[in-house]
């Protein structure tokens, strides 16, 4: 059973940098899928954030590229976000995930919220 | 980007009572459309891809449908684990997108 888990920091604050790690279990993250990063501001819908693909190929959402960067590390079979330049506007649970070839996401790690705030 | 639109927001409904959720897409995404439960603080569950196909472990109860524009979620007899939001997600081109999600809620 593939499962997915989060890990960081809950309180970042404005202008600094948000770092997300997502740990895998049961699934090794280099044998196939990509992985991605969804987020939820409190009482809002989702936001696709991007993906990366197990040969280390990336995509992101054009609203966040210019601050986002997701890595794996392949040693630990996990994989990162790092958002720079936060603003308030930043503040949401963030959920890590498998996607599968046609774009769906399962599953989700439970998520976890981060609060950008000074 | 493809914008996806849900109605209703909301609804009201009895267990037992068949749920219709409609989600509508900016332009044609064929059939790149999926759909997720969020019970209050957990994260979203799959419950069917590519517009019909019933992710494993999902009950019968839940089906979709539709295709182009157009798409539906339909529960047939609402049970008590159902209430949840619901959220259409398409999966036709990046940045993929969500709909703004339905709570279904407990007449």
């Known amino acids: 059973q593939v499962q997915l888990q989060e890990s960081g920091p809950g309180l970042v604050k404005p202008s600094e940098t948000l770092s997300l790690t997502c740990a895998v279990s049961g699934y090794s993250i280099s044998s196939g899928y990509y992985w991605g990063w969804i987020r939820q501001p409190p009482g809002k819908g989702l936001e696709w954030i991007g993906r990366i693909y197990h040969s280390g190929n990336t995509y992101y959402n054009p609203s966040l590229k210019s601050r986002v960067t997701i890595s794996l590390d392949m040693s630990k079979n996990q994989f990162s976000l790092r958002l720079s330049s936060v603003t308030a506007a930043d503040t949401a649970v963030y959920y890590c995930?498998?996607?599968?070839?046609?774009?769906?996401?399962?599953?989700w790690g439970q998520g976890t919220l981060v609060t950008v705030s000074s | 980007d493809i914008q996806m639109t849900q109605s209703p927001s909301s609804l009201s409904a009895s267990v037992g009572d068949r749920v219709t959720i409609t989600c509508r897409a900016s332009q044609s995404i064929s059939t790149y459309l999926n759909w997720y439960q969020q019970k209050p603080g957990k994260a979203p569950k799959l419950l069917i891809y590519t517009a019909s196909s019933l992710q494993s472990g999902v009950p019968s109860r839940f089906s979709g449908s539709g295709s182009g524009t157009d798409f539906t979620l339909t529960i047939s007899g609402l049970q008590p684990e159902d209430f949840a939001t619901y959220y259409c997600q398409q999966s036709y081109s990046t940045p993929l997108t969500f709909g703004g999600g339905t709570k279904v809620e407990i007449k």
């Open positions: 995930t498998r996607g599968h070839t046609l774009n769906w996401f399962d599953p």
